[in-house]
């Protein structure tokens, strides 16, 4: 039970609403213009994402946001970045120009923060358009190799919905990923209603 | 959330335990609670304190309006999507470092230093709104003003160690640590800026002597002559001294062509014969010299790390086979 194209296609456009609106935000947080763009929606296996995650790089320490979202779907939504990646991000929301070396509390609180206002845009612009109700929870912040972060609960097997997001911010790129952890029932339910709304756009 | 700080609402407090007050204004955390509308419906003491108000200054009024400074900022925009999404959000103290005018108690109020603060807004989801007439929303504020001074220390204190860590005992140059850490990252902005660099490699003539005729502990001061020798000549803020080796030492010298390299290095050896140290066991002067051979890194070519310490050390090797005290290329 997977979504086809035409429903992805859709999911797609509905995420680049909440994403241009996390833009805004992360904008004003920073001081300066942060592009975001999801040129990619995919569904693929927990154990697939990881292989996507790992394939080019030696390093499968990853930065992840998490925040749990429940209603007519329950997902757990995280924010991936390379934990490189995420320091060079945290840098560039402060304006600092002292690299950063490592993750300490206050960076890490950082992160939760820009995790929040990505994931609370996308998934109150899925809510908007699809009319569905969540209940949101607050974020937290799990460093780890891939692996642990994907696998703590379920199966490698499960499916997971993934968004490639990429960040520009002045001359810098960083790439993410968000992922929704979706259970079977859960599947059924957004495939359902993406269906109802592309109905009710014809 | 069916707490509230004013009097005359009996139906709601009715269903507030005896302790409840009691808890919430001995929290060491600031607390607030919102109506739909923004206006406070709850302060609890710890903020209060904190800000210097009254009880009376914040009830029913609107937030923006018992802290004005909070409009147009981050919070304000966070605050909205809170009441329109219904979705908690959370305020870092490291991109938000003190939206509220929070300062230590007066009692302790030295400094008036305002607190660093890490917020959490938390909106009544849509079920829990839909058991109150509204959605409430309340808002903790932490003072990590600790947090941030330990984090702060802890940073100096590892950028002193990480410092010490790549320093040469004996003469005080750059160890080999720190060359490692070095080089790669000029050669990164040379090739970025198209500037050239020049490295040069220098070796002590006949160290092995010097140190059997007067000793190890005089062969240490011969070394920290030379090492001293080195950074007069070398003394823009971006150069780099380090100690390869045992009697060893490279010149890391960024914006620096091969001319001028060599030039440094003429005067590095000059500088060292004047030191004038007596050396009975070198043939080919009566006092302690250097060889040295120079390394261009031109922007243009695409060299490594690798590539550059060998050109050095393979000019430094014609330098010693052409007789020593002397400069190649």
Redesign the interface.
Known sequence: MSLNALELDALTEIFNVGVGQAAN?LS??AGANVRLTVPRVVMLSKQGLSNELTENGSDDRICAVRQA?S?VLNTEAVLMFPVQQSLQL?QM??GDDVPL?QL????Q??L???G??LL??V??GV?DVLKL???????YVELGPVQDVLFAQGDPTDLVLSLQIDFAIDTLQIRGFMVFLLDVESVESLKATVRQFLVSLT | MSVSGQSGQSDEASNCPPWAHWLLDHLQLGLLVLDAQCQVVFVNDWLLVHAGLTRDAVLSRHLLEVFPQLKNTSFERALKQAVASGYPTLLSQTLNPAPFPLFLSTRQRGQDKVLRQSIRIVPAGFKASGLMDQRYIFIQINDVTQSVIRERLLKAQSGRLKGLSEIDVLTGLGNRRRLDAVLPQAIRTAHKSAQPLSLIMFDIDYFKQFNDIYGHLAGDEGLRQVAQALNEVFRRPQDLVARFGGEEMVAVLPETDGQAALALAQQALQRVREKCIDHRGSKIATVLTLSAGVALCDPASALTTIDLLKAADQALYLAKSLGRNQVCS
């Open positions: 935000a004003q947080l979202f209603g945290v929301m402060v070396e300490g509390e206050m960076e609180e950082a939760a923060e820009i929040n206002i609370n845009s998934v109150s809510a109700q969540f209940e949101g929870s607050l974020p």
